[in-house]
C-alpha cells in the first residue's frame, strides 16, 4: 500500500456506490478555505478568485453558474488540479495536495479527477477505443481489467457500435459521450465537467445533460459549469460567482412546474 493513501478506492461509480452504498456520512471529497488566484500578465494583475470557500461531498451534484469571466473555470481547472491557487487550503479527501509535486500532481488527477470539457478534447488520431483507454495506460492496470473498464464505459454512454471509429467521423454529441466515457473509465472520485454542452445543439445537449444526471443517480459526484439555467436544474446546489466570489448559493428548486 503506497503511503500517501491516494491509492484507495474511487468513491463514484464504484460497485458498491451503484448498489447504494454511500461513504460514511460526514465525509468531504472537495475542501477549499479561502482560494485565491491571481493571474500576472505584464503591468496587469487579474483576481480571477478572490476568497473561495466551497465543500462538495460524495455523491452531490454542483453546478456552478456565473457570467463570462466570473471564474468558473479557474476553480474547476483548480478543483481538477490542472491549475494550481495563490493562495488558500485545497484539501482532496482530507490531504493536502499543494505538496505534490508534478508527477504525483499527474497521478492523482489520473485516478481521482474525470475531466469533461466543452470542446471535448479527444484526440483525434485515435480511435474511440484509444481515446477512453488512454487515461488507463497510465496506470498498473492488466490488459483484460482496461479492456473491461473501456467496453463498459463505451457502453454506459451508447457508444460501443462507433469503438473504432475516429473521432472527426463521429458527432459533436456522439464526441461528447465519449469524452464522457473517457472521464468515467478510471472511477474518479469527482467528474468535472465545464460547459459541456456550450458546442452542442440543443438536442445532443439535452442527451448529454440527461446522461449526467443518470451518472449522478448511479452514485457519481459532479461538478458542473453552465450557464444555462435549465442544466443547472439538474444539479442539487447551484454556487453562483461574480467577480471571483461566491455571491450565492442556494438549493436548486428542481421545480416540477419546469
Ligand atoms: P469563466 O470561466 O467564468 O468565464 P475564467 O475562470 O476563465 O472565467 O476567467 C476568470 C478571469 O481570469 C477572467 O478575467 C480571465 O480573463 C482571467 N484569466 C483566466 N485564465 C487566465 C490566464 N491564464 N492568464 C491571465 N488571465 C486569466
Ligand atoms: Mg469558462
Not at 1 to 19: D, H, Q, R
Not at 178 to 193: C, D, F, N, T
Not at 240 to 250: A, C, I, P, S
Request: glycine share 10%; charged share 25%; hydrophobic share 35%.
Amino acid at each position: 500500500m503506497t503511503e500517501s493513501g491516494w491509492i484507495n478506492s474511487p468513491l463514484g461509480l464504484t460497485a458498491e456506490m451503484k448498489g447504494g452504498k454511500m461513504s460514511a456520512a460526514g465525509d468531504v471529497l472537495i475542501s477549499m478555505t479561502g482560494i485565491e488566484r491571481v493571474f500576472y500578465t505584464d503591468e496587469v494583475e487579474t483576481h480571477a478568485l478572490s476568497g473561495i470557500d466551497l465543500e462538495i461531498r460524495p455523491g452531490e451534484y454542483v453546478s456552478i453558474e456565473g457570467p463570462s469571466g466570473s471564474g468558473k473555470s479557474t476553480l474547476l481547472s483548480i478543483i481538477g488540479l490542472l491549475d494550481s491557487p495563490t493562495q488558500g487550503q485545497y484539501l482532496l479527501k482530507r490531504k493536502t495536495v499543494e505538496n505534490l509535486d508534478l508527477s504525483q500532481r499527474a497521478m492523482v488527477r489520473n485516478r481521482e479527477i474525470g475531466f469533461i470539457f466543452q470542446s471535448f478534447n479527444l484526440i483525434g488520431d485515435l480511435t474511440v477505443y484509444e481515446n477512453v483507454e488512454l487515461p488507463l495506460t497510465y496506470r498498473a492496470m492488466s490488459g483484460p481489467e482496461s479492456k473491461r473498464r473501456v467496453r463498459q464505459a463505451l457502453e454506459r454512454v451508447g457508444m460501443s457500435h462507433r469503438i473504432g471509429h475516429y473521432p472527426s467521423q463521429l458527432s459533436g454529441g456522439q464526441q461528447q459521450r465519449v469524452a464522457v466515457a473517457r472521464a468515467l473509465a478510471g472511477s474518479p472520485s469527482i467528474l468535472l465537467a465545464d460547459e459541456p454542452t456550450g458546442n452542442l445543439d440543443s438536442q445532443n445537449a439535452n442527451a448529454v445533460m440527461e446522461l449526467l444526471r443518470e451518472l449522478h443517480e448511479e452514485g457519481a459526484t459532479i461538478c458542473m459549469v453552465t450557464h444555462d439555467p435549465r442544466f443547472a436544474r439538474h444539479a442539487e446546489r447551484g454556487i453562483h460567482l461574480l467577480d471571483g466570489r461566491v455571491v450565492n448559493e442556494q438549493e436548486a428548486t428542481r421545480s416540477s412546474a419546469d
